[in-house]
């Protein structure tokens, strides 16, 4: 019997943005009826190789195999013939379309909608039924949660034939149960012969779920191997191209007084979505209180109201003394005159300005401080390139270029800045949104050492993040927010990944 | 990774816009029966020849200079203030009212006054669309058009009744002998070099360029300036930041508006001493295409309002020679604007593709 030819075959893929070489020469061979991971830091090359993989990019060079078949694939319908589909990480549905509507879009077999729809009826439920993918067919996207959307992803890639899945970053905005189940319905895909490619930056998820493993670093494949013949620090050094310390040493907290104190917080948005519900908790100097959850469940807007760009009702108390909610006193300027401090979840859209050069970044926020004027009415410029030149060298930012534009630095360089110029302030309260979301393992570790330090100073540190892993390691305490409460508080020590999990996706445990 | 190069991005782009503006317009000129190339001696000649002409081109130049700038403060807030017509007109009417109805001892005075007061009138029409942007999220871009239209019958109502000069024109009667601004001509004696007096340009020249420096401080060295840029950069990280939207709204726009009026200082108080109808001819328009291919940078714009001016001055001298209708030169104009604005992208990309395959060879 000759040698089953592989899935999908890649041979000496590479592609050029620029000067920058996104991937170089990189071989892989997927055989068919296996889950094969390909992990890599952010910027690794991943996407890009899955985006020539799906016709989104032209490679510079290489062959693509399919079946064992030379493939060229100039555009998504290309690879759709060639049966694969993609689940993107932000999913390409219309919101306000049912679920059958979303399938059959692109697709449609004739003028009229009707019979198109009563075939994908039909074909949606036996799909279901082989796939354990059950969906309400006439659900408006709207209003189905994350977990479903994916499914209605997955489903949409099998009603086109796909043999070959390639999903990206598929966990990212489920909640551990959730994602337990995307998995469950991955190993029956495997089952029924299918193909499926994972990308994914957590090793938690490679070791879980696949068959093998290809890691990626600056482009390059580095290495492929057996998911069974490796383990987790071995698959970061990979990564990374050095040994990297995946737990977080600190010594137990030692809380001091009240810092921040919070009442019956609750936030009503423009659209009137009630998103924060009487919320009430506290944080001591000297410890942080870590806040799980799924994406938007509120914490976002939690983080606005303390950093003082989003209107609530409540009582927040700040070193005992209170703070206004309402006023027009209440922005971002008060909060920092009173000792906040604040890295927001989304550096992009808040906490950088992508065109300013990384001097005007680290002035941001701050540029009304006294050490950063001259005469009265000008900013001294020189004084501010001084500062964050010293700031990149303390927090060791690549390259330590202060005229640089804040966009031409890495994610993890690009957070350093903005957690250099928050934690240099020496806040009492440092507020944190999504610390190392995008960022390298090893600008990871640098993150999570600043904040530690922080803690040991004695300040207080509100933490909020969507990866559990980094809400064990760091928190003193736990709270979990589900639909805008705070569904019950953990010490890290007395609890797991599946008892938060279950709290997370709003399960009252029997003790909360 | 920047793309290109500054000075590709800044110079040799917009330069070959350019050069392709004129290929097209020498094409246009050629179709209609003329040589072009006598066309653009002509043009030349006609805008930089004689001092004279040179005065028109610049005294051209100011306005612009004093409408483009208007356009780029509010573009760094991310406001596209398509009004600067409307707000040069009323601010005209200000610098008006101003030297008609105070006895300025001397003209010095009077340009403070009068400045002032097209500055005032200016930043007053555009108040009202700003606070409509800030408070209630009206689209400036349709405000200040309607309040452009808005402008011409309140001006044009009083040229032709209440501040209407004796006569037939609707125009307001001329200001005082003594406050006019000195000529060019008379600035440049005191420092010992010839310069024709029968053309336009005038002090208002002078406090053009010092806008020019002003803006610049104001965007690039003060906090206003950091927070208008960090605004019109990103509105959301600018909230986080503690910077008031409104604020940076109302504040970016009454400059622009002022800006625009005090354009008025050089058409109204330099060149006609009195205000009449219809006084803006559009160079509030002209504004847009100066900043825009200015960069939204006050030296950016002090050479495209040079070049408009020579576009202006010299398009006139053109027609005239030519007889070739006045709406050719129109044509030529839209041409550059065109090129040098709504096309930017059609000569960018093809550079940006080219630089990229240089460097890539480089790295080979």
């Known amino acids: 019997m000759t040698e089953q030819s592989p899935a999908i ?6 592609k050029a943005f620029g000067p920058v070489q996104a991937n170089k020469d990189i071989s892989i061979r997927v055989m068919p009826g296996t889950i094969h991971g ?3 830091e952010n910027g690794a090359g991943k996407s890009t190789l899955m985006s020539i993989l799906y016709g989104f990019y032209k490679a510079d060079s290489g062959e693509i195999f399919i079946n064992g078949k030379k493939t060229e694939i100039p555009d998504s319908q290309a690879a759709i013939s060639a049966g694969i589909g993609m689940v993107f990480q932000h999913f390409k549905l219309v919101e306000n379309f049912t679920v059958l509507e979303n399938v059959i879009l692109g697709v449609e077999d004739g003028f009229l909608l009707k019979p198109s729809l009563n075939k994908a009826r039909k074909e949606l439920r036996q799909l279901a039924e082989e796939y354990e993918l059950n969906v309400d067919p006439d659900a408006v996207i709207e209003n189905i949660g994350v977990g479903m959307q994916q499914r209605v992803e997955i489903l949409k890639a099998l009603y086109r034939r796909a043999d070959i899945l390639i999903l990206d970053e598929p966990t990212g905005v489920l909640t551990p149960s959730e994602a337990d189940q995307l998995f469950r319905i991955l190993g029956r895909l495997r089952e029924e012969g299918k193909t499926i490619i994972l990308i994914t930056h957590k090793l938690r998820e490679i070791m879980d779920i696949t068959d093998t493993v290809s890691v990626m670093r600056r482009g390059e494949m580095t290495a492929t191997v057996k998911t069974a013949e490796t383990n987790p620090s071995h698959l970061a050094e990979l990564m990374v191209g050095r040994k990297v310390l995946l737990q977080v040493d600190k010594a137990p907290a030692q809380p001091g007084e009240i810092i921040l104190d919070v009442k019956n917080l609750n936030v009503t948005d423009e659209q009137g979505v009630h998103r924060v519900k009487d919320v009430s908790f506290n944080i001591r100097a000297g410890e942080i209180l870590g806040i799980a959850g799924v994406a938007g469940n509120g914490q976002s807007e939690l983080l606005e109201v303390l950093g003082g760009y989003c209107v609530a009702t409540g009582d927040i108390f700040m070193n005992g003394e209170p703070i206004d909610l309402t006023g027009d006193k209440s922005d971002g300027q008060s909060r920092r005159e009173r000792g906040i401090a604040h890295v927001p979840e989304d550096r992009h859209r808040e906490g950088l300005i992508l065109n300013f050069s990384a001097w005007e970044n680290t002035a941001f926020g701050y540029h009304k401080d006294g050490k950063y004027q001259k005469n009265g009415v000008l900013m001294d410029n020189a004084a501010i390139v001084q500062d964050t030149a010293e700031k990149m060298e303390r927090f060791d930012v690549r390259p330590p270029n202060p ?25 009492d309260l440092l507020l944190i949104g999504q610390p190392t979301r995008g960022v ?15 803690r040991d100073q004695g300040k207080a540190i509100l933490l909020v ?8 390691s760091l928190s003193d305490r736990i709270a979990v927010m589900f639909d805008g409460k705070i569904m019950g508080e953990r010490l890290p020590d007395e609890t797991n990944t599946q008892e938060l999990g279950l709290l997370m996706a709003g399960v009252q445990g029997e003790t909360a | 990774m920047n793309k290109m190069p500054n000075w590709a991005d800044t110079i040799l782009v917009p330069l070959l816009s350019l050069l392709l503006a004129a290929v097209i317009s020498g094409v246009v000129i050629a179709l209609i029966g003329h040589n072009p190339i006598y066309a653009l001696k002509l043009m030349v000649s006609g805008a930089l020849g004689t001092s004279t002409n040179f005065s028109y081109t610049l005294y051209y130049a100011t306005n612009f200079i004093f409408t483009g700038l208007a356009v ?19 601010g005209g009417l200000g610098a008006a009212l101003a030297c008609l109805y105070i006895p300025w001892p001397h003209w010095t005075l009077a340009l403070i006054g009068g400045g002032l007061a ?5 930043a007053a029409w555009a108040a009202i669309p700003a606070y409509l942007q800030a408070k209630r999220g009206s689209h400036i871009v349709i405000t200040t058009i309607m309040f452009n239209y808005m402008s011409y019958p309140v001006v044009n109502y009083l040229l032709n009744g209440p501040i209407k000069a004796e006569g037939m024109e609707p125009a307001t009667p001329s200001f005082a002998a003594e406050i006019a601004l000195p000529n060019l001509s008379a600035i440049l004696g005191t420092f010992g070099i010839a310069f024709s007096d029968r053309g336009p340009a005038n002090f208002a020249l002078v406090i053009a360029l010092l806008a020019c420096v002003g803006v610049w401080i104001l965007i690039w060295r003060t906090k206003l300036g950091y927070e208008t840029r960090a605004f019109g950069e990103s509105e959301s990280a600018a909230k986080y930041a503690g910077i008031n939207p409104t604020k940076i709204i109302m504040i970016a726009m009454l400059i622009s508006g002022a800006l625009a009026g005090m354009m008025a200082i050089n058409n109204v108080m330099g060149e006609a001493e009195r205000l009449v109808l219809n006084a803006v001819e559009g160079a509030g328009f002209i504004g847009i295409a100066v900043a825009l291919m200015g960069r939204n940078h006050p030296l950016g714009i002090l050479i495209a309002a040079l070049l408009f001016g020579i576009l202006y001055q010299g398009g006139a001298e053109l027609s005239a020679e030519l007889r070739i209708p006045r709406e050719m030169v129109t044509v030529i104009q839209a041409l550059v604007i065109l090129f040098t604005g709504a096309l930017d992208n059609m000569v960018r990309m093809p550079i940006e593709k080219l630089f990229l395959s240089l460097r890539r060879k480089e790295a080979k």
């Open chain 1, 465 to 472: 993040s969507v990866e559990l892993d980094e809400i064990m």
């Open chain 1, 9 to 14: 075959e890649l041979k000496g893929i590479s």
């Open chain 2, 72 to 90: 780029a403060v509010a573009y760094h807030a991310r406001m596209f203030n398509i009004g600067g017509e409307g707000q040069a007109y009323i």
């Open chain 1, 403 to 427: 005229m640089l534009a804040a966009k031409n630095f890495s994610g993890g360089n690009q957070q350093k800045i903005v957690v250099a110029r928050e934690i240099e302030r020496n806040p």
């Open chain 1, 440 to 454: 390298d393992i090893g600008a990871i570790e640098f993150i999570h050492k600043q904040i530690i330090a922080l």
């Open chain 1, 38 to 40: 390909i992990i890599g």
């Open chain 2, 118 to 122: 097209a500055a005032i009138f200016g």
